[in-house]
């Protein structure tokens, strides 16, 4: 069977997650398509308060139109990173945006201290299905070198899943 054709979807402001997309589309020879919003343009204490605010009340964020259909991949890979718990606005956008599309997908969070687990669990809620992988990663992974592992542990298990014959 010819290699499964995989999408990598992320969002990211400081560069952790796209760290991570890029290591995951690296180990799989997947596409990579970055969410861009278009909000999000103050600055400092006003700009943390207003992401933290969104997320938290469940609200999504304006998107650009993305580059790349999910209709056109076997699997797709969503990344975001933790905003006070929740799935960032902008991957909450994205994820309401390709709805219809019911193919396998796995996620990965990126966050500092906590909530990587309710993060996770927002995205399999927005998803309507559970993913076939999902991983996060704290700030103690990347500065311990533990990122690696990580990453090749979640590519071990999206590997094995797509290699099993459909029943
Ligand atoms: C508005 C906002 C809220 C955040 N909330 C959390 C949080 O609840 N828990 C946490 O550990 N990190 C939190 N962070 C930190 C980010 O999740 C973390 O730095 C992440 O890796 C950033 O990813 P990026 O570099 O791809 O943007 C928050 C950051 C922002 C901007």
Same mark, same amino acid.
């Given at each position: 069977?010819a ?6 979807a992320y969002y ?11 290591g995951?589309?690296?180990a799989?020879?997947a596409?990579?398509m970055?969410?861009?919003?278009d909000d999000?343009r103050w ?7 207003q992401?933290?605010?969104r997320a #938290?009340?469940h609200r999504?964020?304006?998107? *650009?139109?993305a580059v790349? &259909?999910?209709?056109?991949? +076997?699997?797709?890979i969503?990344?975001?990173?933790v905003?006070?718990g ?17 193919g396998p ?6 966050f500092d ?12 809620e #927005?998803?309507?299905r559970?993913?076939?992988? *999902?991983?996060s990663l704290? &700030?103690?992974?990347?500065? +311990?070198?533990?990122?690696?592992e990580?990453?090749?542990?979640f590519v071990?298990?999206i590997r ?6 459909p029943?």
């Amino acid at each position: 069977m010819a290699s499964p054709k995989i999408l990598v979807a992320y969002y990211s402001e400081t560069g952790h997650t796209r760290a991570a997309a890029e290591g995951v589309a690296a180990a799989l020879a997947a596409d990579l398509m970055e969410i861009v919003a278009d909000d999000f343009r103050w600055p400092g204490v006003l700009g943390f308060l207003q992401r933290g605010w969104r997320a #938290l009340r469940h609200r999504g964020a304006a998107i *650009r139109p993305a580059v790349r &259909s999910p209709n056109d991949y +076997d699997l797709l890979i969503i990344g975001s990173p933790v905003w006070v718990g929740h799935v960032s606005p902008p991957v909450r956008s994205y994820m309401e945006s390709i709805r219809a599309w019911k193919g396998p997908i796995a996620f990965f969070v990126t966050f500092d201290g906590q909530g990587g687990r309710p993060t996770l669990a927002d995205m399999a809620e #927005l998803a309507g299905r559970q993913p076939i992988a *999902r991983m996060s990663l704290s &700030s103690k992974d990347r500065h +311990d070198g533990d990122d690696h592992e990580k990453i090749a542990n979640f590519v071990a298990t999206i590997r094995s899943t797509m290699e099993q014959p459909p029943v």
